[in-house]
């Protein structure tokens, strides 16, 4: 483990997930183009993302399953060329329905992608390693975003919609290649296991639901990444461009910060995990409050907010990022290697079950707005996006009570196990009275001098 082999195979699953993100995130900053190029109306718009991610989302569980039977090596060769088909498709679509068709193949791949990097790490790697590799791995994907927000956009703008959908396809195919080429599944040496059987693979999907490790993963998931996800990839260019005001550059710029916020703060959160393991919902709950604090000060700015609140607002979105990547950690902790992937395909559908929801949801509320004539009927008028937008504080609220409430159950669990895990301000208490009896200055001897002054009866 941890060879120069194994951070040569960790390094092209990450370049193969970075593309993947870049062709996750094409769409959203082609927002705009596409409204023109299609004709499409706010819910119609959505409808991309959302049929994206209801794919995605939807093949979580079933990814878990194969790559846990066939290995990552096949799933992430497989799933770039399912992009490349995908992206191909939309270059030269010139209907909604048909760009539907091309998104719907690239949910596919990009479902096939992650899963599949996270199981090569407990193969590859040794296990303290793995919660910062985890967060470097999400982060490192994260570089798709600025792909596709800088030279993806600077090729639309230059040399049109077909241009840059195919140059997308043709980082997949490098993506496949690369896979194919130098991802192995196991260290030379090690036997591979045998693939469970239909019954096995049952027995491991339901082994995974019942503990509630995996579903605490699933609820912090759920919570914590929507919101990040909902401004990347829907709505965060149209409202920084169109609702704020913003020029194109401007909006760009903010959604480059988003990414390399992401990269600098996920080794400190990655860190973090490592040290308080029993800490890990606290962090979540904390950027949850987080989130719901900033786009709260946003929506009730009196008009347009400033950019300094802009900038907060994503800074603060992009430490969801690799906040909620601690959801994969409590699906690595509670459950055997054999099962991993299944259980982090359970997680993975949380945050993205969320996302699409909110997406067709803000695109839904934005038509109705704009059919009722408020606003002026304008589409993406500023107060008409500020009361879509509130539809994020449900989804926030529900998944921080089911988050409280399965860690609970996992509390129960570990103490039957022995481990107690006190309350975080009973710790915080303790830890300040110890600080404080240590600053205090001993009193002064009072034994009598014996002359000699080295010397203290």
């Given at each position: 483990?941890?060879?120069?082999?194994a951070w040569l195979i960790w390094g092209i699953a990450v370049f193969a997930y970075l593309v993947a993100i870049t062709q996750r995130t094409s769409f959203g900053v082609a927002g705009l183009a596409a409204t023109e190029r299609f004709d499409a109306s706010a819910a119609a718009l959505s409808a991309f993302t959302v049929v994206q991610l209801l794919v995605y989302a939807g093949l979580q569980v079933p990814v878990g399953l194969l790559v846990d039977r066939f290995g990552s090596r096949a799933m992430i060769a497989g799933g770039a060329i399912l992009m490349c088909l995908g992206q191909a498709q939309?270059?030269?679509?010139?209907?909604?329905?048909?760009?539907?068709?091309?998104?719907?193949?690239?949910?596919?791949?990009?479902?096939?992608?992650?899963?599949?990097?996270?199981?090569?790490?407990?193969?590859?790697?040794r296990p303290l390693r793995i919660p910062l590799l985890t967060q470097l791995t999400g982060i490192l994907g994260m570089l798709g975003q600025i792909v596709s927000a800088i030279p993806f956009v600077a090729l639309l703008r230059l040399n049109g919609w077909t241009s840059a959908f195919l140059a997308a396809a043709g980082l997949s195919v490098l993506a496949a290649v690369l896979a194919a080429a130098v991802v192995r599944d196991v260290p030379d040496g090690v036997v591979r296991p045998v693939p469970p059987t239909l019954r096995?693979?049952?027995?491991?999907?339901?082994?995974?639901?019942?503990?509630?490790?995996?579903?605490?993963?699933l609820w912090s998931h759920f919570t914590v990444q929507f919101a990040g996800n909902v401004f990347v990839l829907a709505w965060g260019y149209p409202f920084l461009a169109s609702a704020q005001g913003l020029d194109p550059a401007a909006a760009s710029a903010l959604m480059t910060l988003f990414v390399v916020v992401a990269l600098a703060c996920g080794p400190f959160v990655g860190t973090f995990v490592s040290r308080h393991p029993m800490r890990r919902s606290?962090?979540?709950?904390?950027?949850?409050?987080?989130?719901?604090?900033?786009?709260?000060?946003?929506?009730?700015?009196?008009?347009?907010?400033?950019?300094?609140?802009?900038?907060?607002?994503v800074v603060v979105l992009a430490v969801g990022g690799p906040g909620s990547m601690i959801a994969f950690d409590f699906a690595r902790?509670?459950?055997?290697?054999?099962?991993?992937?299944?259980?982090?395909?359970i997680v993975n559908v949380g945050g993205f079950v969320s996302a699409l929801l909110v997406m067709f949801g803000i695109g839904l509320i934005l038509d109705a707005l704009k059919a009722s004539g408020f606003s002026g009927g304008q589409l993406y008028a500023l107060e008409s996006f500020k009361l879509a937008l509130c539809l994020q504080f449900v989804f926030l609220a529900?998944?921080?009570?089911?988050?409280?409430?399965?860690?609970?159950?996992?509390?129960?669990?570990?103490?039957?196990?022995?481990?107690?895990?006190?309350?975080?301000?009973?710790?915080?208490?303790?830890?300040?009275?110890?600080?404080?009896?240590q600053r205090r200055?001993?009193?002064?001897?009072?034994?009598?001098?014996?002359?000699?002054?080295?010397?203290?009866?």
């Open positions: 483990m941890d060879t120069r082999r939309l270059a030269f679509a010139a209907s909604v329905p048909e760009g539907l068709v091309g998104r719907l193949l690239v949910g596919a791949g990009d479902a096939m992608t992650f899963v599949s990097v996270m199981r090569l790490l407990p193969t590859w790697f096995q693979t049952g027995q491991s999907l339901s082994g995974a639901w019942k503990q509630p490790g995996t579903r605490l993963g606290n962090m979540v709950l904390l950027i949850t409050a987080a989130t719901a604090a900033v786009w709260l000060a946003v929506i009730l700015y009196p008009g347009r907010a400033p950019l300094w609140l802009l900038v907060l607002l902790t509670f459950n055997p290697v054999s099962r991993v992937g299944t259980a982090t395909g529900g998944g921080a009570a089911a988050l409280l409430a399965t860690r609970r159950q996992v509390r129960t669990q570990l103490a039957e196990q022995g481990v107690m895990v006190q309350p975080l301000h009973k710790v915080l208490l303790r830890r300040s009275r110890t600080a404080r009896t200055p001993e009193p002064p001897s009072r034994a009598k001098d014996t002359g000699d002054p080295g010397v203290r009866g």
